[in-house]
């Protein structure tokens, strides 16, 4: 049963790592496309809606990378993990991304552009 819950919360843990903006390459080749998927049903509807929806959606995944990455971290290193406070998480998952905000303004962290100059 250990084994069982270890595995799951690696796996959480690496794929919120894959959606997390934590991983320099996956904005162009995970959150991106996604973003792009979430927004596609919207412009059918009407194409305004595209690009606020592409946002959003490019936000969420971002979002969601952070909450697995929590989740899966928070199981593995207290072993249990009676319920998921979905409160809790999102406090945490916005505090991580004003910290990657932050990180980006004070040019800790650079743009793809910049890597590629």
């Known amino acids: 049963m250990v084994m069982k819950q270890h595995l799951k919360n690696s796996i959480l843990v690496t794929i919120g790592f894959i959606l997390s903006p934590l991983s320099w390459w996956n904005d162009l080749v995970v959150n991106v496309p996604l973003g792009y998927a979430f927004a596609w049903p919207f412009s059918l509807i009407n194409e305004q809606l595209f690009l606020p929806a592409f946002i959003l959606?490019?936000?969420l995944t971002n979002l969601l990378g952070f909450l697995l990455l929590h989740w899966g971290s928070e199981g593995l290193l207290y072993q249990s993990r009676s319920t998921i406070s979905i409160r809790r998480s999102l406090v945490?998952?916005?505090?991580?991304s004003v910290i990657v905000m932050l990180m980006v303004l004070f040019g800790w962290i650079a743009s793809p552009t910049e890597y590629l100059d």
Do not use: L
Not at 92 to 96: F, G, N, Q, T
């Open 57 to 59: 959606g490019y936000w």
């Open 92 to 96: 945490v998952s916005v505090i991580y």
